[in-house]
């Protein structure tokens, strides 16, 4: 019993660190890093799988940035997680947390010209795709 108490102890500090991380990146980065975040977000689903593939292709992009959306992707499939899924809720909230993670931590240090470029491309493209 006590070390079901100690995993589930250890699991949620862990949930909490990498909240607080992800929210100390989101909260020092620039407006235009924000804006550009938010756009992500609204983008489709589809359209967010189009824009890792493309930044990982993208030679302007610094190599360490180019391997993190493989590595996260990587992670999401690997059987074992910092946190074991079978876990009520925090099972699955440290997987969006290490998304949120990687998403911010390659929004903060890619280019902007270039995910703003990919963005717009990808917006436009959902923008015909809903007018047709």
Not at 3 to 25: E, H, K
Not at 41 to 64: N, V
Not at 88 to 96: E, H
Not at 99 to 121: C, H, M, N, T
């Amino acid at each position: 019993m006590d070390i079901i108490l100690y995993a589930l102890l250890g699991a949620l500090i862990a949930v909490l660190v990498m909240l607080i991380a992800a929210w100390l990146v989101m909260r020092k980065a620039r407006r235009e890093v924000r804006a550009l975040a938010s756009r992500v977000y609204r983008l489709p689903f589809s359209s967010k799988l189009a824009l890792a593939a493309g930044l990982m292709r993208d030679e302007r992009m610094p190599t360490g940035l180019r391997l993190l959306p493989p590595l996260l992707i990587l992670y999401l499939a690997m059987p074992l997680d910092i946190i074991p899924d079978f876990i009520p809720v925090i099972g699955q909230l440290d997987d969006i947390l290490v998304l949120l993670v990687g998403g911010a931590l390659l929004v903060k240090f890619a280019p902007i010209g270039l995910l703003d470029e990919r963005i717009s491309q990808l917006e436009a493209a959902a923008a015909g795709d809903r007018a047709a």
